[in-house]
């Protein structure tokens, strides 16, 4: 589970560029959690099945209802509408986005 995390944050960290970092470890342990307790519980099967909802869960949002929103649902491009869409502003500070 941790690996999962560790990848996303290398491969697609720049899509939670602004999310606080408190609320991405806050995901984190919650999440792991989630995972470690419903293993112990119910066993390796409801981790499996719980992969399985976060999978449909992926596909559905990047396949269906972030098109339908105007965004590309792997690139997160206009990259306006994906910030308006996460509710932060527009244009980012920083490099080229205005004064950080």
Same mark, same amino acid.
């Given at each position: 589970? *941790?690996?999962?995390?560790?990848? $996303?944050?290398?491969?697609?960290? #720049?899509?939670?560029?602004?999310?606080?970092?408190?609320?991405?470890? !806050?995901?984190?342990? *919650?999440?792991? !959690?989630? @995972?470690?307790?419903?293993? @112990?519980?119910? $066993?390796?099967? *409801?981790?499996?099945?719980?992969? %399985?909802? @976060? !999978? *449909? !869960?992926?596909?559905?949002?990047?396949?269906?209802?972030? +098109?339908?929103?105007?965004? #590309? %649902?792997?690139?997160?491009? =206009?990259?306006?509408?994906?910030?308006?869409?996460?509710?932060? =502003?527009? =244009? +980012? +500070?920083? =490099?080229?986005?205005? +004064?950080?």
């Amino acid at each position: 589970m *941790a690996s999962i995390f560790a990848v $996303g944050n290398i491969l697609l960290g #720049h899509f939670e560029e602004r999310t606080p970092r408190w609320r991405r470890v !806050a995901k984190f342990v *919650a999440l792991t !959690a989630l @995972a470690v307790g419903l293993s @112990a519980a119910w $066993g390796r099967g *409801a981790f499996y099945a719980l992969l %399985g909802v @976060a !999978a *449909a !869960a992926f596909a559905v949002v990047h396949g269906w209802w972030l +098109p339908r929103q105007g965004v #590309h %649902g792997w690139s997160g491009e =206009p990259r306006e509408r994906y910030y308006r869409l996460r509710g932060w =502003p527009w =244009p +980012p +500070p920083g =490099p080229g986005g205005g +004064p950080r």
